[in-house]
């Protein structure tokens, strides 16, 4: 991260760029005032304008001062503009009418652009353009094609899109990005290795995992993370070299055909097959088989074990806060661990530290296995009479905290199948653990993030009462007869902690105590 002094011959620019913007925001609140054009509207032309000026920005400043001086300004402005309503071309009727969230897109579409300034600039400026205009043009293109339809097809995932908008988010996308790809070789020594036929299928790659995050990101989130997400796949071949151009694509395939398969298995739901998209194409990309073996291997065996015994386990259904079909959060409490240490692992050059990253990695994995199989497995016995891990009294059965001795084994021998996959597909990395201290210590993480799992679900996590059907349960909610919803009441724990948090602390557990073990 730097930021260089800026020569005197970029103030002139600065003063014009500033105005410019300026002028883009005064021109919207005026059409908004006296036009009555909607917000919507004008918002997305103040969008526009700023990825195409980001874009071309670098052709006129030598330093990377100003460029960073003018999101930096932005900032606490747009920020405070938003909290009080100000600026109304860009602020009004911008509160999630679902939530009455406030969006807060035109906060995190400058901290993207200050970010990417003082990362990018000078060997990478050219990734700082590319990302900034996919999310200058697609994002705001789709938006306006999604909202103006008539009778859109839509769907919701965090919030509500619709199909149309989403195709033509991946449409401008991918058209930016192979513009800017072809443009700019001969500043990348690794793009000007590349053919043209590998050109497009790295541009048909990030422009599927753009419209992803476009798809599943709401209050203005996507401004943050689209932008992030294609400089970070643009940047890691500069790192690692040209031939995981060649992974990215392959990744991208196999992951997008994988979460389609797992959706139409009812494995997923749509927001978790979307999710799963992009979490499997960083590992299977970045990490090749060695990770990947490890985290089909939870995904699979844990989802073939939802279903087995369905029958039986349908009693603790309206106990349970979710299904067996997993859903975004789902999705990111059990794999999001996974998916950060990969994204630093892609980051280190340093081959022991790598070795230990992936050892956390196989904890978290083992732990979030043994979590899933010990409520599975506990869950299937046809009188399993689970006891509390804190006062060690008996239970109702899927009871949060309540554990059984057959349970516990079950979780046990999933954290040993990670283990045991990883020297299926990964035997020298494994040598440096030893055979038997590996499953041990694989085993051991696996097994505490279970059981802590099992403390905070037994005192932490939120239990409600539901007065329909007289159960404890985690579900915020039940549903009447009629159809009609109404409130359960909170008597144990509290909100914020549900069970994907609950999943998630598991899943950090196992990841750092397997990390002071492979230290070791």
Known sequence: ?????????????????????LGVVAL???????????????RKIVHISTGVFIFFAPFFFQSNFYPALIPALFIPFNLIAVRFGWLKSLHGDESDTATHALNYGTVYFPISFLLLTLLCWGKYTWILQ???????????????????????????FTTTKSIEGSLVMFIVSFLVLYGCLTFFQSASAVLSQLSPNVILGYALALALVATAVEALLSGGMDNLFIPVAVAY?????ELRGAEFVNSIILGASISATFARLSLGLKFLNGSGATTTFLLAANIFSMGGLVWTVPILTFFFLSSILSKVGKARKKKFDLIFEKGSERDMGQVLANGGVGWLLMIWHSFTTDPAMQQVIYFGYLGTMAAVQADTWATEIG???????????ITFKPVPAGTSGGITTIGTLGGLLGALVICASAWLSNADGMARFGLVSSFVFVGASGLIGSLLDSIFGATLQAQYYDPIRDKITERTHSVREDGTTIPNNLIKGHHWMDNDLVNLICGITGAGTAMLFGAM
């Open 1 to 21: 991260m730097n930021l260089a002094l800026p020569p005197s011959e970029d103030f002139p620019y600065f003063l014009a760029a500033f105005g410019l913007i």
């Open 28 to 42: 919207c609140e005026a059409l908004k005032k006296f036009l009555n054009v909607s917000a919507k509207l004008t």
């Open 130 to 156: 590319t990302s900034m205009l996919v999310l200058g043009l697609g994002d705001a293109l789709a938006a306006l094609v999604g909202e103006n339809l008539k009778k859109p097809r839509q769907y919701k």
């Open 233 to 237: 796949l643009l940047y890691i071949p």
């Open 379 to 389: 869950t299937m016995m046809r009188n399993p009479k689970p006891h509390s891990i």
